[in-house]
């Protein structure tokens, strides 16, 4: 099914991320993984793909196992800030001819280095898509603080509507740790007239080590309730595992009960936090 299909049908849903390692010799244990996560059912799942297309095969051959033996429609992301339309192509093919119908357009993190390149821009890559195949459904990021590198807000709308107007189906959210944030950047999308769905990007934060990176990587502003929580229990594994699956437990029930209709969770190849989420809402679900 197309993940637009699913999220038009008007229930409330819970989809997963995963994604394959660049080292080919992890790429079992991840694909394991991701089967264990698959038969949690969840409504789809996202495959993620390399800077510069290293994790390329992996994702597809994840991304087709996840759809042909657990039964899960699954997403592929695609980046191209590092690739050329060649090689943009040559992917296209391969989801095609392995039965992939979504796939997440990225522009995705600059290179170190200068590296050949024909895109500067997702919209770019998603009009490219469409032109190539109108069938495909695409899905788009979004910050809801605002992408780094944007000027100010309306900017980073402008862009973001640029998006929309390329042909992309669906957006999912950046993660974030206070709902409030994600609210207010529904409204202003939706004031702008971005009309297409907006997935809420949740990341359960297990580890202590994990924070500094997590609020690196989404720019967003951390609530003091998240800090006193790492600060309470991040010398504690078990607790804290346990602490960060209910918060986000907590910020999902907050979302939904608020009419926000489909969540996707960052689980960071880990099952058993899958597991712990998708048990917290499985009434809620229902």
Not at 102 to 125: C, F, K, Q, W
Not at 140 to 164: Q, S, T
Not at 214 to 230: C, D, E, T
């Amino acid at each position: 099914m197309k993940i637009i299909d699913c999220l038009n049908q008007g229930k409330v849903t819970l989809s997963f991320e995963v994604f394959p390692n660049k080292y080919s010799k992890n790429f079992e244990a991840v694909a394991n993984k991701a089967k264990e996560i698959a038969r949690l059912h969840p409504e789809f799942m996202s495959v993620t793909y390399g800077a510069g297309g290293g994790t390329s095969q992996y994702t597809v051959n994840i991304a087709k196992e996840i759809q042909e033996k657990e039964g899960v429609d699954v997403l592929a992301h695609l980046t191209c800030v590092s690739s050329t339309k060649e090689k943009v192509h040559e992917m296209l093919e391969s989801f095609e001819a392995n039965g992939i119908k979504n796939i997440m357009a990225l522009r995705g993190d600059l290179p170190e280095t200068e590296v050949p390149h024909d895109y500067e821009h997702a919209s770019e890559l998603i009009k490219e898509i469409k032109e190539y195949n109108p069938e495909f459904c695409i899905g788009g990021a979004c910050y809801p603080e605002g992408h780094p590198e944007a000027k100010n807000k309306d900017e980073d709308i402008y862009y973001l509507k640029k998006k929309v107007e390329a042909g992309c189906d669906f957006l999912t959210t950046q993660m974030f740790f206070d709902n409030s944030i994600f609210y207010n950047f529904l409204y202003r999308a939706r004031e702008a007239g971005i009309e297409v769905p907006i997935v809420a990007g949740i990341m359960p934060i297990t580890r202590k080590e994990q924070v500094k990176r997590a609020i690196q990587l989404s720019g967003s502003s951390v609530p003091s309730r998240f800090f006193s929580m790492v600060d309470t229990f991040g010398d504690n594994e078990k607790a804290m595992k346990q602490a960060g699956i209910i918060y986000a437990s907590e910020q999902i029930i907050d979302l939904i009960a608020n009419g926000v209709k489909h969540i996707h969770v960052y689980t960071m190849n880990n099952p058993d936090v899958a597991e712990g989420i998708m048990n917290n809402v499985s009434e809620i679900l229902k």
